[in-house]
């Protein structure tokens, strides 16, 4: 099972200067490098927010999930952040499993996008 | 039962993730189970490509799957240097951080979908055997 990954700066009002990044298939350990390799030019932008659209996303492994926690990395250490939408509930689970994991500090928000779009929104009118 | 012998590349790896998935499919294992499988076998392949066989193309390792009445058994043999990765896992965990991935978060995933997960060295060959046992066993 291949990997498509679709780049888009939104449109959407609410989302502000947020990429999202869709990502439909398999992100497993054939797949991620190609998603680093995309995302490397993303990253330096001064992009701060990326937007994980998982909806069509059917597998993944740890190898997809160290790509993620690097793009988060990168984010916070600018005061960004990753958020993670749609996901399937196997794809959930995973997460879930490694969010569990002692000392792991890294899909600690990674959750819904409602508290996600407020922070973003209540940053945007404080910094206005 | 199916076997398979594999060059060591993550190409490879998600064909043999593939094999499972249709074999899996055929002996009517449900797309739950099928998943977990198909990801412990994701995790320990991608392990024996980057470290049994340390990245060479021209390593081979092989998989084999069972479908048992109430199991499905995957075993994973490879020449590489004697590597437990069950017990390699727990120190991984210890070292990380809270923000630098740590290289445990595979077989976690692997110890988290298998029922059993078995180490042996035999003959020369690292020898890793997973086992999900089925909820509603038909033989």
């Known amino acids: 099972m291949p990997l498509d990954i679709q780049i888009k700066k939104s449109l959407d009002a609410a989302r502000f200067d947020a990429v ?20 490397a030019p993303v990253l330096d932008t001064p992009v701060t927010d990326l937007i994980f659209d998982l909806a069509g996303l059917e597998f993944i492994s740890s190898a997809g999930l160290r790509v993620f926690a690097n793009a988060r990395k990168t984010l916070k250490a600018r005061s960004g952040q990753a958020a993670f939408v749609n996901m399937r509930p196997q ?24 508290e996600y779009l407020a922070a973003r929104q209540a940053r945007h009118k404080g910094g206005a | ?23 899996g499919r055929e002996h ?9 499988l198909s990801l412990a076998l994701e995790e320990c392949g991608a392990n024996i490509v980057h470290h049994a066989c340390g990245g060479q193309a021209h390593e081979k390792f092989r ?3 069972q479908r048992t009445a109430d199991a499905v058994v995957i075993e994973l043999r490879d020449r590489g240097p004697a590597f437990d990765p069950t017990s390699a896992a727990a120190r991984e965990l210890d070292d990380a ?18 029922d059993e997960v078995h180490y042996a060295r035999e003959g020369g060959e690292n020898v890793l055997r997973l086992v999900k046992r089925l909820q509603s066993a038909t033989t």
């Open chain 2, 97 to 114: 951080d809270g923000e630098r991935p740590p290289g445990g978060w595979g077989i976690h995933l692997v110890r988290h979908y298998m």
């Open chain 1, 91 to 114: 794809i959930q689970e995973v997460f879930e499993i490694i969010k569990s994991l002692p000392g792991v500090g890294i899909f600690k928000s990674f959750a819904e996008m409602d």
């Open chain 2, 28 to 36: 009517g294992i449900d797309d739950k189970a099928l998943f977990g």
């Open chain 1, 20 to 39: 999202t990044v869709e990502l439909t298939g398999s992100l497993d350990t054939a797949t991620a490098p190609e998603l680093e390799r995309q995302l």
């Open chain 2, 1 to 23: 039962m199916k076997s398979l012998e594999l060059q060591a590349i993550p190409e490879e790896v998600m064909h043999c993730v593939d094999q499972l998935r249709a074999y």
């Open chain 2, 63 to 65: 998989v084999s799957f």
